[in-house]
């Protein structure tokens, strides 16, 4: 082919060819996900959390996530929230309670935030209301830590001859400080004795426990907080060891040996999250996306380990099992 022939038809294929073709293609847009659990225990609620994204067709293909884990240690979250802002995310998603979501929104004003916590979100901050949360961040929140008063209930009903009950709580979370403060109120409601062991960190529920080795309790509530999400397979051992009757936050502790269990679907949270990232992407604003709130709970009871403890469950509590283990 002669040179003037090549030109001729290089020039027609460029007319020809869509001008999109030769303009730069838009960056691929990327999710920053930030939370206070671990990699580790928080598996099946990424997965969950993934499967929203993708019901909004969004996958690996058209979209990239940065995860940052602060494994329990709180006091990581500001930078790494801060790291993820500097990479100018599209979206903030916010995972393992009302700790990741303060952290978000002291680092952005203007990052839309899509965040899973368990308290009020208005209460907190991060939103004028549930219906029209404004500002930049809505999402989801699971009331686990409302829940507590509700747990301390099924764990009487579970061991109604008990005088003497336990609480293993964080107080330096907002989910944990209300926590606390429902569960003297509902023991005292209960006319309940109510020993309360107050941790922040692992060494913390080291003693915890060896507190309640010594002393006589009849019953334990494990609270909701992200340090015994990643420390649950420790805490599962501990209760185990002291032999006593407990019940905790989420199935991923029954699972694991826990005895009883009673939460809110958290894993479609997590789903619920992934959806409204998506839509954030098409272009909705977090100002008018209302704040979700849990509509299913349920109640999982390990026969395996009440057997191991001797206990017999009521027949009436085993009857309202969503989920028996045995």
Request: no cysteine; hydrophobic share 45%; glycine share 8%.
């Amino acid at each position: 082919m002669k040179r003037r022939d090549f030109i001729t038809l290089l020039t027609s294929a460029a007319t020809a060819w869509p001008l999109g073709a030769w303009a730069k293609q838009p960056a691929m847009p990327v999710i920053g996900f930030l939370s206070s659990r671990s990699a580790t225990d928080s598996a099946r609620l990424v997965a969950a959390f993934g499967n929203g994204l993708e019901e909004s067709d969004f996958s690996g293909r058209n979209l990239s996530i940065e995860y940052r884990f602060a494994d329990g240690q709180l006091d990581r979250l500001p930078e790494l929230a801060a790291d993820l802002v500097r990479r100018s995310v599209a979206v903030l998603v916010t995972a393992g309670g009302a700790p990741s979501a303060i952290a978000a929104k002291g680092a952005t004003s203007k990052i839309p935030i899509v965040f899973v916590i368990g308290s009020d979100p208005v209460g907190l901050g991060l939103a004028t209301s549930l219906s029209r949360p404004g500002g930049n961040a809505t999402g989801m929140t699971i009331i686990s830590s409302d829940l507590a008063p509700k747990r301390l209930g099924l764990l009487r009903e579970l061991v109604p001859n008990a005088t003497v009950f336990a609480a293993l709580a964080d107080p330096s979370t907002p989910e944990g400080r209300v926590q606390l403060s429902d569960l003297r109120a509902a023991a005292q409601k209960l006319g309940l004795t109510l020993r309360i062991f107050e941790t922040s960190d692992v060494r913390g529920i080291e003693s915890a426990f060896s507190t309640l080795a010594q002393n006589k309790v009849d019953a334990l509530l494990v609270g909701s907080d992200p340090l015994f999400d990643v420390n649950r397979d420790k805490l599962v051992a501990l209760v185990a060891a002291t032999a006593i009757p407990a019940i905790y936050q989420f199935r991923e502790f029954t699972t694991a040996g826990g005895l009883m269990s009673y939460d809110p679907d958290i894993a479609d949270a997590y789903r619920q999250a992934g959806v409204y990232a998506g839509k954030i992407l098409r272009g909705a604003l977090p100002a008018d996306l209302p704040i979700q709130q849990p509509t299913k709970f349920q109640l999982v009871i390990n026969l395996k380990t009440a057997k191991a403890l001797g206990i017999e469950i009521p027949p009436t509590l085993l009857a309202r099992a969503d989920d028996v283990i045995e």
